[in-house]
């Protein structure tokens, strides 16, 4: 291999980490728009504010996403759901109206499902992987980023989030 070609390897890849990192900064503000849930409300993150809000990103296809939903639906049943103090959205990703409903219903998960049919809230997040979790804290800025389920670090990351001011 000749060094020239080393290093445009090299290169690429402190390129991709460099992106990496920055979809996992934590302290990014929240992008703006809304989507619409299950029921065709209109839903924005910026509406949440004063709250601790977990995003997570899934689609039906996706194995580790459907391991993954009942510890999200977890979250939405918990007391500091139930007292307003936590919202909980599913984010579907790339996928109809249809083929969500279709595994929400099947499963009997009671959680808000937000549908994100072009990917376009995934991308403002830059989810390069399902499921990826986001806790938004208060301020709406991203207090955590995961991508798979690490449900001791989720869970940490929602308890702190919701012990800070």
Request: hydrophobic share 50%; glycine share 8%.
């Amino acid at each position: 291999m000749r060094t020239w070609q080393l290093v445009a390897i090299i290169a690429a890849g402190l390129v991709v980490a460099l992106i990496w990192a920055g979809a996992r900064e934590e302290g990014v503000a929240v992008p703006n728009g809304a989507l619409a849930d299950l029921q065709g409300a209109a839903v924005r993150l910026e509406d949440f504010r004063g709250k601790v809000v977990l995003l997570d990103f899934w689609a039906s296809w996706c194995a580790p996403c459907r391991q993954a939903m009942p510890h999200t639906e977890a979250f939405s049943a918990s007391p500091a759901a139930k007292a307003g103090e936590l919202v909980v959205l599913a984010v579907n990703v790339n996928e109809t109206k249809a083929e969500a409903e279709r595994f929400i219903t099947a499963h009997h998960y009671t959680l808000r499902v937000l549908l994100d049919g072009q990917g376009r809230l995934a991308d403002a997040f830059q989810v390069r992987g399902l499921p990826t979790f986001v806790v938004l804290g208060r301020d709406g800025k991203v207090r955590y980023r995961q991508s798979g389920l690490d449900e001791p670090g989720l869970d940490a990351a929602v308890r702190a989030a919701l012990a800070a001011p």
